[in-house]
Antibody
Framework: QITLKESGPTLVKPTQTLTLTCTFSGFSLSTSGVSVGWIRQPPGKALEWLAL???????GYSPSLRSRLTVTKDTSKNQVVLTMTNMDPVDTATYYC????????????WGQGALVSVSS | SYVLTQPPSVSVAPGKTARISCGGD??????VYWYQQKPGQAPVLVIYYNSDRPSGIPERFSGSNSGNTATLTIARVGAGDEADYYC????????????FGGGTKLTVL
C-alpha cells in the first residue's frame, strides 16, 4: 500500500525559505521509472505542477519557478524534500507530493496535502 | 510553455452524460491524464494514458484524445460525481515537466 505525507511549517514569513518533506511508504525511490512530484494549489484555484525527482536523481522543475525550487531525495529515509526560496504571499497554497510509477507521466497516489500560508 | 484549456464549469442533469474538454496544441500527440478532486480532498487519478482507468474507477469514466482536444466523459452522472476535474499532460522535450489544465467544476443539477 503506497502512502505519502507532507510535513513542514504551516506559516512562513515573506522572503523566507520553505522546506517541505514528503515521507512515503509502500515503494522505493530507487526502483527504475519511479518518481515523486510536488504540486501546489492556492486556495480556490487550480493545481500547479512544481517539480519532480526520479529514481536516478534526475529532476524537473516548473520553468516559472525553477530559480526558486530545489528537490532532493533521501532514499534510505524514504523522503523527498522540496525547498522554495524567497516566499511571497502569492505562494500561499496547499502543497502536495505524489507518486508516479512511470517516468513522471502521471500521479497515481497523492499525499493529503499541507497548507502553507505566507504572511508577516 | 504548453497550455491546457478547460471550461471553468460544466453542468449536467443526474443520469445524463457529462463531457469535459481539455484543449491544447496537438494534444492528440500526447498522453493525457485526468484527476477528480472533491472539496477538501487530494486529487484522485481517474484516467491515464488517455483512456485507461485505474482499478476502482467505475467504467462510467472514459477518456479520448485526438487533434487539439482531449475529453473526459462521465456516463450516468450522479451526485457523487460533482467535483473539480483536471487534465494533465507531460510536456516532452529536453526538460522534464508536467502541466495541468485550469480545472472544470462539474455540477450535477
Amino acid at each position: 500500500q503506497i502512502t505519502l505525507k507532507e510535513s513542514g511549517p504551516t506559516l512562513v514569513k515573506p522572503t523566507q525559505t520553505l522546506t517541505l518533506t514528503c515521507t512515503f511508504s509502500g515503494f522505493s525511490l530507487s526502483t527504475s521509472g519511479v518518481s515523486v512530484g510536488w504540486i501546489r494549489q492556492p486556495p480556490g484555484k487550480a493545481l500547479e505542477w512544481l517539480a519532480l525527482i526520479y529514481w536516478d536523481d534526475d529532476k524537473g522543475y516548473s520553468p516559472s519557478l525553477r530559480s526558486r525550487l530545489t528537490v532532493t531525495k533521501d532514499t534510505s529515509k524514504n523522503q523527498v524534500v522540496l525547498t522554495m526560496t524567497n516566499m511571497d504571499p502569492v505562494d500561499t497554497a496547499t502543497y502536495y507530493c505524489a507518486h508516479s510509477p512511470s517516468y513522471g507521466d502521471y500521479f497515481d497516489y497523492w499525499g493529503q496535502g499541507a497548507l502553507v500560508s505566507v504572511s508577516s | 510553455s504548453y497550455v491546457l484549456t478547460q471550461p471553468p464549469s460544466v453542468s449536467v442533469a443526474p443520469g445524463k452524460t457529462a463531457r469535459i474538454s481539455c484543449g491544447g496544441d496537438n494534444i492528440g500527440s500526447k498522453s493525457v491524464y485526468w484527476y477528480q478532486q472533491k472539496p477538501g480532498q487530494a486529487p484522485v487519478l481517474v484516467i491515464y494514458y488517455n483512456s485507461d482507468r485505474p482499478s476502482g474507477i467505475p467504467e462510467r469514466f472514459s477518456g479520448s484524445n485526438s487533434g487539439n482536444t482531449a475529453t473526459l466523459t462521465i456516463a450516468r452522472v450522479g451526485a457523487g460525481d460533482e467535483a473539480d476535474y483536471y487534465c494533465h499532460v507531460w510536456e516532452s522535450g529536453s526538460e522534464h515537466r508536467g502541466v495541468f489544465g485550469g480545472g472544470t467544476k462539474l455540477t450535477v443539477l
